[in-house]
């Protein structure tokens, strides 16, 4: 696995991630054996940038990987985050960016990983009633405390990513981004490529409706709440995004490739681009690593190009209030 420097400030990961938010919670049932077998494989593969948050379980996605990386911290490249608040059932409070919260959240993150240093520290959304630059300002204060290595933003607009930026260099921006959503050309990879930030992609399968393997909300199983909670998983919207996958398949078939490598490798062919595809399996894991000896072709890139956007806001109504815009938008938690 090649690896890549993430934004200019000296912080180098595998090409590939792995999300380990499904591994805990939204996408049906788990199963920590096998995503700690996952995470131990994806180590074995040189994936060694690993994405969790606070609020994935709720609290409890930290805690395994933490884990699972037991006797293998030295291998592995942790990035959290903080800033989106639940409660211990699993109720959404809002959104905290006030630097007492930051130190607050911080530490108790570093307790369930079970380490001393977080490698990648982001804010999960902006918090709109606090100053960025008070939010990051505590953030930099973990780094000076050696709490943290290197910082990180995630939904925040280019006007957001400028005002923190000039507070501390942040390492990565990290933002949805997939051959079917790509919002973030219009000014936020500009802005990044021009202050020498990376650019962390999630949901780089569209939630998995890229891979091939949901073709109808039936496909997503017990416990799966995406049909609910993103509405590109929903009817009529649901039927127009598997139009695209069909597309991908085209591109792969002659290869022998999957949708789902191809729509990584698109993103492997951006520059200054890391994806971080989620799975709670070693045989998905071992699919999308392939992905990073995928080369296509100028022909299939100019095919990708030309797909259409999907159908169907990101998220649900309230959630995408959280997303930042830089315009003093009251905002609601979720991810």
Known sequence: MNKTALGTQGLTVSAIGLGCMGMSEFYGPHDDDESIATIHRALELGIDFLDTADIYGPF????????????????????????????????????????????????????????????????HRVDQSVPIEETVGAMADLVRAGKVRFLGLSEASAVTIRRAHREHPISALQTEYSVFERHVEQEILPTVR????????????????LTGTIQSQADLGLGDTRAQRFPRFRDGNLAKNLAIVDVLSEVAAPGGMTPAQVALAWLLSRPGVVPIPGTKRRKYLEENARAAQVELTAEKLARLEHV????????????????????????AADE
Do not use: H
Request: hydrophobic share 35%.
């Open 60 to 123: 409890t996605n930290e805690a395994l990987v933490g884990r699972a990386l037991l006797g293998r911290r030295e291998q592995a490249i942790i990035a959290t985050k903080f800033g989106n608040v639940r409660g211990e059932d699993g109720s959404w409070l809002g959104i905290n960016g006030r630097p007492e919260y930051v130190q607050q959240a911080c530490n108790a993150s570093l307790k369930r990983l079970g380490i001393d240093t977080i490698d990648l520290y982001y804010q």
């Open 194 to 209: 021009e202050l020498g930030i990376g650019f962390v992609a999630y949901s780089p399968l569209g939630r998995g409706l």
């Open 308 to 331: 259409p956007e999907a159908t169907g806001a990101r998220y649900a109504e309230q959630a995408m209030r959280a997303i930042d815009q830089g315009k003093g938008r009251t905002q």
